[in-house]
T-cell receptor, first 114, second 113 residues
Framework: EAGVAQSPRYKIIEKRQSVAFWCNPISGHATLYWYQQILGQGPKLLIQ????????DSQLPKDRFSAERLKGVDSTLKIQPAKLEDSAVYLCASSLDHRTREQYFGPGTRLTVT | AQSVTQLDSQVPVFEEAPVELRCNYS??????LFWYVQYPNQGLQLLLKYLSGSTLVKGINGFEAEFNKSQTSFHLRKPSVHISDTAEYFC???????????FGAGTRLAVHP
């Protein structure tokens, strides 16, 4: 079974630029999550999708972050414009559905904002 | 509000020695508990989980953890560590009825020869 795929693995941008990350969850998984992991901290949930609908985006900085999962499969997370404090690893995870307790994580995208 | 405290940011240990990584949580509702491991430049991998039943949970790679409700703890243990266990370990809780994982800040386990 293929795992959660993410791209790119690394990205370096200047502040005020835009960036997008892509995630392809495990086949058949209805629930998709985006986490932000700042260096030295645990992952923090940014947004959760159930199929193509948003379940929880309470911690997403909506003035600069956006995410979509148009067809209920893969997802894109965008930052526009980026700030220095957005430097982090962005992890995507998926689970079979919102009741399933186990989440499977992708390798992450390491973003550096200079 | 729920929170997770990992009491040690770094734990150095010699190979073949036992290790315990401590985790305490606060929650006003019942919780599910997890330990994840993160190797350098990789995502998180589930080590073990407590959902219900026996308070002693066994996971992969020889790790185990014990749920202590009265002390709101979920400490991770391994009787004999290997160099390959060097990684970051995260404790996480999922409050019952929610599908949100709340992570601790992590403990870096460094195994020395």
């Amino acid at each position: 079974e293929a795992g959660v795929a993410q791209s790119p693995r690394y990205k370096i941008i200047e502040k005020r630029q835009s960036v997008a990350f892509w995630c392809n969850p495990i086949s058949g998984h209805a629930t998709l999550y985006w986490y932000q992991q700042i260096l030295g901290q645990g992952p923090k949930l940014l947004i959760q999708f159930q199929n193509n609908g948003v379940v929880d985006d309470s911690q997403l900085p909506k003035d600069r972050f956006s995410a979509e999962r148009l067809k209920g499969v893969d997802s894109t997370l965008k930052i526009q414009p980026a700030k220095l404090e957005d430097s982090a690893v962005y992890l995507c995870a998926s689970s079979l559905d919102h009741r399933t307790r186990e989440q499977y994580f992708g390798p992450g995208t390491r973003l550096t904002v200079t | 509000a729920q929170s997770v405290t990992q009491l040690d940011s770094q734990v150095p240990v010699f190979e073949e020695a036992p290790v315990e990584l401590r985790c305490n949580y606060s929650s006003s509702v019942s919780v599910y508990l997890f330990w994840y491991v993160q190797y350098p430049n990789q995502g998180l991998q589930l080590l073990l989980k407590y959902l219900s039943g026996s308070t002693l949970v066994k996971g992969i790679n020889g790790f185990e953890a014990e749920f202590n409700k009265s002390q709101t703890s979920f400490h991770l243990r391994k009787p004999s560590v290997h160099i390959s266990d060097t990684a970051e370990y995260f404790c996480a809780v999922r409050p019952g009825g929610y599908n949100k994982l709340i992570f601790g800040a992590g403990t870096r386990l460094a195994v020395h020869p």
